[in-house]
């Protein structure tokens, strides 16, 4: 039995709505403000919920963000009840993420419409999730056998050796091929951790509800995040005199959760410093463009040719050919797919021999303090 969790302080409403959607064949439970109602649904992880706008204690609108902030009741489909001709009220709570509204008085038959339609939508995208998921799970199949047997010959490979040279080694033999060993351990999780993420990637950017509640999250300070990483960056490769800071864009928040945002600079600043000698500048900058902030990372590296660029922008193929890019892997293509998901632009400028440079607009605001 499905639970519809309804959300008015009119007792009126309440009682309606209650005796309505039993009748339906709903478990139906109640509540009188915002704050009641959050509790509610926390507690019971009601499959839809139904609210008014205007109630006291909590209204409607803080309501709703604090049920699309919380992970466990995000994608609860969120209808508001409102008075009618406050057209208003409806834009407002349409665009903070609210699936669709029913104005007051409402008939039986309109409440049943749009509960139903919040069903049928639920099942297409399940459905939509589900295809999309098969198809990167086929490709997934295909590749993680190929990038695992690789890493993991590679650890077992140390490990024989051990169990044959145990008696010739020394104590600094073994450091060595310990490193070794955690070194190709740490590559495997981060495959599968990418895998994973890219994954995920795909099937948010099939739901809209999804991508439109990823603009809720911040990051403050973006390019003091990215000081940060590129100092451990630099640090790690024992190039920190390559390193070149300018520019550098404060005050600012952008559109875009701290744990994403350091994903793809984590990423694009690994490859800058893998695919870049020793003595060779990187150069990382920001700048302000009409509502966007632009960050850019340039090395002076191997460059990537025009037909692995073009592989990267299109993404037409998944497969083995993604690991057939000498360097070119999964961190860059993430990347690229978190900007776009959070709807700012990626671009890459590189020629062979010369170097790359990595583009990326974000959305921001400025920070009040």
């Known amino acids: 039995m499905k639970k519809i969790l309804v959300v008015d302080d009119s007792d ?15 478990e139906v439970f109640v509540a009188s403000n915002g704050e009641e109602g959050y509790r ?28 699309r902030t919380n992970p466990t009741t995000e994608h609860i489909p969120f209808i508001f009840l409102t008075a009618f001709g406050e057209k208003q009220n409806i834009r407002e709570g349409m665009i903070r993420g609210a699936d669709d509204y029913i104005t007051k008085p409402f008939t039986h038959d309109e409440i049943v419409q749009a509960i139903n339609t919040q069903w049928k939508k639920l099942e297409t995208i399940k459905k939509q999730l589900k295809e999309k998921v098969e198809t990167v799970g086929k490709a997934i ?17 140390s490990a024989k050796f051990i169990i044959s040279s145990y008696d010739d080694l020394n104590k600094e033999d073994l450091i ?14 981060k495959i599968t951790e990418n895998f994973l993420i890219y994954t995920k990637i795909e099937a948010l ?4 509800e999804k991508k439109a509640q990823l603009r809720w999250h911040f990051t403050d300070e973006p390019f003091a995040i990215i000081q940060d990483i590129a100092l451990l ?37 690994d490859n800058a410093f893998k695919f ?46 993604l690991y057939e890019q000498q360097g070119i892997g999964m ?8 900007v776009e998901l959070h709807d700012g632009k990626f671009e890459i400028f590189s020629e062979i021999n010369k170097g790359t440079t990595v583009k990326f607009w974000l959305n921001y605001r400025e920070r009040n303090f």
């Open 331 to 338: 961190g860059l293509i993430i990347a690229k797919r978190l």
């Open 276 to 321: 870049s000698e020793p003595g060779k500048k990187i150069k990382i900058s920001s700048s302000l463009d009409r509502g966007m902030v632009v960050f850019s990372i340039l090395d002076q590296g191997r460059g990537i040719s025009q037909d692995k660029l073009k592989f990267i922008d299109t993404l037409t193929q998944f497969e083995r050919e």
């Open 141 to 157: 199949s295909f590749a993680l056998p190929h990038e695992f047997r690789t890493v993991l010959n590679e650890v077992i490979g």
């Open 40 to 67: 509610k649904a926390c507690e019971i992880l009601p499959d839809l919920i139904l609210s008014d706008i205007q109630m006291p204690v909590m209204d409607g609108y803080a309501f709703l963000e604090k049920i």
């Open 233 to 269: 960056k630099a640090a790690a490769y024992n190039r920190t005199n390559d390193l070149e800071i300018v520019e550098p864009s404060y005050n600012i928040s952008v559109e875009i959760s701290t744990d994403s945002f350091y994903k793809i600079i984590d990423e694009l600043l």
């Open 205 to 208: 950017a099939n739901i809209p």
């Open 12 to 26: 009126y409403i309440l009682e309606s709505a209650n005796v309505l959607l039993s009748l339906e064949g709903y």
């Open 176 to 189: 060595e091929i310990a490193n070794d060993i955690v070194r190709s351990s740490n590559r495997l999780l």
